[in-house]
Structures are given as structure tokens and as C-alpha cells.
């Protein structure tokens, strides 16, 4: 095969925008591989607003929400496991649970503006959604801004007696209490600090823990801290960190937004410098959670590409083909640092949302988001191709583990994954922002030989997140040939045909990438 290489490599140099770019994947697990990743490591989370439309059908409906369940149904079946939900979130945080409210969520100041931070108070057939969607398991946040013990305890109750037995993951207590003293939410006084949130939070454990009966089942039950991506530095510290007990804190959890104030799609997304970056403090967290022998993990309650007053509405910034290779792109790297597990964050009206699945008539919902409110169909928004491909890259197996790869190109990404030992599959993300208009040209692609998939490998095969640009709307991106639009029901169907299948020869493959797509290299 050397001949055939040469032969490519030279014509393909008389293409001006083709590049070549060797990698040389090692053959058994790399030092600074991953352990062992969850099968259920690419999780939603649902702001509490939103649930009655992700989980039933419509706002008064009791049936499950079928877009949702094929979507969910559609992961489970990938990776082999239920999907992992959490419900809360901000507005979760200032709700109160009133057994006897007929609607699913109530506005407590019908005049005054809906935000997320807006008291609300949720009835019985909130809690259905719990009950009706199948293939999950929950991490459901109880209340805690408002300081009603009891009402958290009858709100757990509650929704432990909706679940499906077994299907709870853990209880989290409050969210972003790094906030709370501050003028915008005023839920706690000047003199809030991380020592006053641990000494509440584990008072209300305890409580939790005996009013629900959980005391009795064995193991941790919480996710603890539940801090917002903006992290003061007193939040965790190593000696909040060490203070915490495995025998009642399951995982921490963090949120994470890559963008904090919009920013472009090329600097703040496709920017794997940038995201290493921003993860750093949480590679920190890591090892000292892990050298102060708790041992507890880390994991994302909520993570989305961009927030803030320029970012959280900028459709341009968080539904495009380059937010997939984002999603791509952080959730591996995610991995090999030893997080534990994320949930993307899903809303209604939320450009960095994977799915809606409803119509939403915006002028008339309670559930409008103050950031925009179009009525927008039943669809996938980009993102969600990111996610479906990390899917697929994780498998059935149960034995993934992930190490990043080094490259020679500042824009583009690679990494391998391995099962035992055995190299099993290649991830590449061209981050290269390529926006399909005149002023960029032709668009490019690189030749990425991958070296050392070993002699005994015949043939791999090329899957491709692709779409004709970075700027691409989910309507034409594709994962693998498919695309799910909106009269699918949230199941994908097969619209185009570039899978290939490629021969190896002496543990060496050609493959072509071009500028903003990912391609997954399975070896057969
Ligand atoms: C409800 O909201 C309106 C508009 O923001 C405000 O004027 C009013 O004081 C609020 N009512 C209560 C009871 O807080
Ligand atoms: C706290 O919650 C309990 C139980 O739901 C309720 O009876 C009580 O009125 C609430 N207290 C306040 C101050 O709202
Ligand atoms: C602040 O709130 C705490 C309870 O969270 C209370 O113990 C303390 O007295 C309050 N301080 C002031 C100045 O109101
Ligand atoms: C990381 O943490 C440091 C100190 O705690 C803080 O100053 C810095 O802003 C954080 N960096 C990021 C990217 O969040
Ligand atoms: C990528 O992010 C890094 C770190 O924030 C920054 O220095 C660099 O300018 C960014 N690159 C682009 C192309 O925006
Ligand atoms: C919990 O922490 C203790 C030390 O505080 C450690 O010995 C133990 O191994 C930890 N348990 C787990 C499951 O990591
Ligand atoms: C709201 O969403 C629509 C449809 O995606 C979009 O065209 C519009 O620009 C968005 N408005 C704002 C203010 O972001
Ligand atoms: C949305 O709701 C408003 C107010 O109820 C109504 O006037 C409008 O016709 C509805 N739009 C659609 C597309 O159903
Ligand atoms: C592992 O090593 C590779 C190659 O040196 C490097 O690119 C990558 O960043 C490392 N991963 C971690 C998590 O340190
Ligand atoms: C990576 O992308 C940035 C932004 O488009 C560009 O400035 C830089 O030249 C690219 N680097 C390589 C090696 O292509
Ligand atoms: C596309 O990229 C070119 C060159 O980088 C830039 O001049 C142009 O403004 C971009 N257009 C859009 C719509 O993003
Ligand atoms: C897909 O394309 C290949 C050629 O690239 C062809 O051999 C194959 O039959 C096509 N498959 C379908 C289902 O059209």
C-alpha cells in the first residue's frame, strides 16, 4: 500500500485547500487514558419549567411525551443503558410542592414577568412526568432557595412515590447556592458563605434522608454542592471538597456553559484551546477529590454551549453543525479528565437545547423563556448530533475507555477509544470553522493518516457528523447518513449515503475530514 499512499498524497497536493496530517494511535491503553467510562455518560437535565412539555403531552396532558421517549429510547438503545435525567435547575430551586394544584406549574404572581428565578409552585401532575417516560433513571433536585424543609420532604416523597421503583439516581439539594446571597436573588442573607451552605445542606440531608425512608437504603443518595459554572473561588476549594462525605454525597456536581457571554462560533466553540482552558479548574477538583480519600466523582447537572445575556438567546452561536462538534469535541475531553457524567441541558425555547419535542405556542405558555419567544415546532436544534454521536462512540460494550491524541493541527481533535486493551475506534474533529460563504472559498479537508491500528486490521469504518458548513442548520446535518426531523417523531431516518468502508493495510488508513465535521473510525 505505500505506492497507493504516495500516489493519493501527490494528488492530492495539487488540490490547494487539501493538507495531510499524520497520527500515530498507540495500540493498547495510553497512560493518561480514562477509566472506564458510564455507559450513561451522555445524560439530559430538564429545567423544572419545561418538564410537563418534555415528559407528557402538552400542558395538560397525562400521556407520555412520545418525541421525548423515542429520543431517549434511541440512546438507551445505543449505549445499552437508561438514560440518565435530572430534573431542577434554578426555577426547581424556588418552587414549592402543592399536592392539591390542578396545574402542572403555577406563576405564583400572575401579573409579574416569568424568569427563571419567578416563585412557582408545582402540583401532582408535574410529578406524573416521572411515571410516564421509560429507559431513564433520575437525579431529581428538591427546593431549598426558600428555606421550607418540610415542603422539600413532601416534594421528595411525592416524587419518589411517581418514580418508577428503582429508577432513582440521586436527590440534589438546592442549586447554585453560590447565588443566593446576591441583590438579583436575595434567597439568603450577607452573611451566606460555603460553611452556612454545608451546615444547611447537610442539616436538610438528614432530614430528607429520614422523612423519606432513604436512610435505610444503602449507599450515598445526593449530588452535592450543585454549583454554577462561574465558580468563586471559595465554593470549592479544597476545603470545601474534603469536607464532603462519601457515605452521604454520591457525586459533586458542577454546571458548566462553555460560553459565559456569547462570543463566535470559532473563538468560544470550535476552540479545543479554549476548553482546555475553561476545564482546568475542574481537572483540578478532580484530583483533589480523589487525593483526599473520599473518592467522590464529578459530575455536569447541567451543561449547554453558551449562557449569559449575549450567549443564552444566540441561535447563530448554540443550534449550529459547529456547536455539534463542540458537543463532540468537550464531551470526550470530558472523559478523558475523569468526569463522571453530564446532562446536556434541555428547555423549551433554549437554542442550546438538543431537542424540543413540542410545538410550542410561545404568546400563550406559561413555560415561555424569557429569551425567546417564537413558537417553534417539535424538533432537534444542532447540539443534539453532537450527542448522538459521543453515543455511538461510547457503545454497548461497557468497557470504553478514552484517551485524547495528540495532533499536529491546533484544530483538530482526536481520540482514540480502547475496549480491554484492544484499540477499538478513532474519533477526529476538524474544528475549523468553514461558513460555506464566497469570502472562504472551496472548502477544505485534510488527509489524516492514522498509523498503528495494528496488522491484523482489515478494513475500518468511516461514520460523519457533517452538514454543508459550520453555520448548518439541524435540518442538514446528519449523523451516519441520518437526520431527525421533525415528522419523525424523534426517530432518525436515513437521508444520506457516507459511511465507507475503507481498507487497511499495515495498520495504516487514509482518511478525509473536511473543515467542520467529526468522523468516528471504527475498526472492523
Ligand atoms: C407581582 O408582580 C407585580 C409586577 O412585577 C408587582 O408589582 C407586585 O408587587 C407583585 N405582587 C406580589 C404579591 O409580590
Ligand atoms: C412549608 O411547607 C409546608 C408543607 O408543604 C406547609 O404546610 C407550610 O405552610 C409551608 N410554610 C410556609 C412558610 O410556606
Ligand atoms: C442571616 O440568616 C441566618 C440564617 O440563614 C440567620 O441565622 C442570621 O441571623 C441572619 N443574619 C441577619 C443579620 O439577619
Ligand atoms: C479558575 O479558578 C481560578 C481560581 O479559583 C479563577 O480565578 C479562574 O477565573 C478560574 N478559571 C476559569 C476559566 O474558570
Ligand atoms: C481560542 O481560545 C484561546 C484561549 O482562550 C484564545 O487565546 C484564542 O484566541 C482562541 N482562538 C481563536 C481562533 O479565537
Ligand atoms: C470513602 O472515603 C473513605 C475515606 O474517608 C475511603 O476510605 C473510602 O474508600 C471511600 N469510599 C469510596 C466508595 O470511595
Ligand atoms: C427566536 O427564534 C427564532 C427561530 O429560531 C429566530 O429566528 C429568532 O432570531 C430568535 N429571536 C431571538 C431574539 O433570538
Ligand atoms: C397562540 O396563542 C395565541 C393566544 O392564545 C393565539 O391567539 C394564537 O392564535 C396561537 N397561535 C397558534 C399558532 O396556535
Ligand atoms: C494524554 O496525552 C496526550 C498525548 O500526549 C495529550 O494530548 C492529552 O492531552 C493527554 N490527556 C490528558 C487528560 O492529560
Ligand atoms: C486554526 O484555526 C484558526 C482560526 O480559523 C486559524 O487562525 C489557524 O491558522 C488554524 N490553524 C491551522 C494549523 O490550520
Ligand atoms: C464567513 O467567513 C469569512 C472569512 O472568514 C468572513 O469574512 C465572513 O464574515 C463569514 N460570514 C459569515 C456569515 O459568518
Ligand atoms: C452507498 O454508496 C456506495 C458507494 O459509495 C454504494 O456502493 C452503496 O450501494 C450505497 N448504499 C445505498 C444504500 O445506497
Keep these: ?136 433513571t433520575w437525579v431529581l433536585q428538591l427546593p431549598f432557595a426558600r428555606g421550607n424543609q418540610t415542603n422539600a420532604v413532601e416534594f421528595a416523597n411525592a416524587g419518589l412515590a411517581s418514580m418508577t421503583a428503582g429508577t432513582l439516581d440521586a436527590l440534589e439539594i438546592g442549586n447554585e447556592p453560590q447565588w443566593y446571597h446576591t441583590a438579583v436573588y436575595n434567597d439568603r442573607n450577607a452573611s451566606w458563605s460555603p460553611e452556612a451552605y454545608l451546615e444547611e445542606w447537610d442539616e436538610w440531608a438528614r432530614a430528607v434522608l429520614v422523612g423519606t425512608g432513604l436512610h435505610q437504603v444503602e449507599g450515598p443518595h445526593f449530588h452535592g454542592l ?26 459533586v456536581s458542577q454546571h458548566y456553559y462553555q460560553s459565559t457571554n456569547g462570543g463566535t462560533l470559532q473563538d468560544t466553540l470550535m476552540n479545543h484551546t479554549f476548553t482546555k482552558t475553561r476545564m482546568a479548574n475542574y481537572s483540578q477538583a478532580i484530583r483533589t477529590l480523589q487525593t483526599n480519600g473520599n473518592n467522590i466523582p464529578i459530575v455536569f447537572g447541567e451543561v449547554g454551549s453558551a449562557l449569559g445575556d449575549g450567549g443564552s438567546a444566540d441561535y447563530a452561536l448554540n443550534s449550529r453543525l459547529g456547536a455539534a462538534l463542540w458537543t ?4 470526550l475531553y470530558a472523559m478523558t479528565l475523569g468526569i463522571r457524567q453530564v446532562s446536556m441541558q434541555l428547555g423549551i425555547d433554549y437554542p442550546f437545547a438538543g431537542f424540543q419535542p413540542a410545538t410550542v405556542n410561545a404568546s400563550s405558555s406559561p413555560y415561555a423563556s424569557p429569551t425567546n419567544n417564537t413558537d417553534h415546532p417539535a424538533r432537534v436544534l444542532g447540539g443534539f448530533y453532537g450527542d448522538v454521536f459521543v453515543a455511538d462512540f461510547i457503545g454497548r460494550d461497557g468497557e470504553l475507555r478514552v484517551a485524547e491524541l495528540a495532533t499536529a493541527n491546533e484544530n483538530i481533535t482526536a481520540y482514540a477509544g480502547y475496549s480491554g486493551d484492544a484499540l477499538r475506534k478513532i474519533a477526529l474533529v476538524d474544528l475549523s470553522l468553514w461558513n460555506g460563504t464566497a469570502a472562504q472559498g472551496e472548502r477544505p479537508s485534510q488527509t489524516v493518516t492514522l498509523q498503528g491500528l495494528g496488522d491484523a486490521t482489515e478494513r475500518v469504518m468511516v461514520q460523519r457528523l457533517t452538514g454543508p458548513g459550520g453555520m448548518a442548520l439541524a435540518t442538514e446535518i446528519s449523523w451516519a447518513g441520518q437526520q431527525w426531523l421533525t415528522e419523525g417523531n424523534g426517530r432518525p431516518s436515513t437521508t444520506r449515503n457516507d459511511t465507507l468502508t475503507i481498507d487497511v493495510g499495515g495498520g495504516v488508513v487514509d482518511v478525509e475530514i473536511m473543515a467542520s465535521e467529526a468522523l468516528l473510525v471504527t475498526l472492523l
Design 226 to 251: 450543585t454549583l454554577a459554572g462561574v465558580v468563586p473561588p471559595e465554593w470549592n476549594s479544597a476545603k470545601v471538597l474534603d469536607s464532603l462525605d462519601n457515605s452521604t454525597v454520591k457525586a
Design 328 to 331: 463532540v469535541d468537550w464531551l
Design 1 to 136: 500500500m505505500p505506492f497507493a499512499r504516495s500516489f493519493a498524497a501527490v494528488a492530492l497536493s495539487a488540490l490547494p485547500l487539501s493538507r495531510c496530517l499524520s497520527i500515530v494511535v498507540p495500540g493498547t491503553v495510553p497512560d493518561n487514558a480514562s477509566d472506564v467510562v458510564d455507559q450513561a455518560f451522555v445524560g439530559f437535565g430538564i429545567e423544572s419549567t419545561s418538564f410537563q412539555l418534555y415528559a407528557l403531552s402538552g400542558q395538560t396532558g397525562s400521556q407520555t411525551n412520545q418525541w421525548t421517549q423515542n429520543i431517549l429510547s434511541g440512546f438507551a438503545d445505543r449505549t445499552g443503558a437508561p438514560v440518565n435525567i435530572r430534573v431542577g435547575g434554578t426555577s426547581l430551586d424556588n418552587a414549592r410542592f402543592d399536592a392539591t394544584q390542578e396545574p402542572a406549574v403555577r406563576y405564583e404572581n400572575a401579573t409579574a414577568p416569568h424568569t427563571l428565578h419567578s416563585p412557582i409552585t408545582l402540583g401532582q401532575r408535574w410529578l406524573a412526568g416521572l411515571r410516564a417516560l421509560a429507559d431513564v
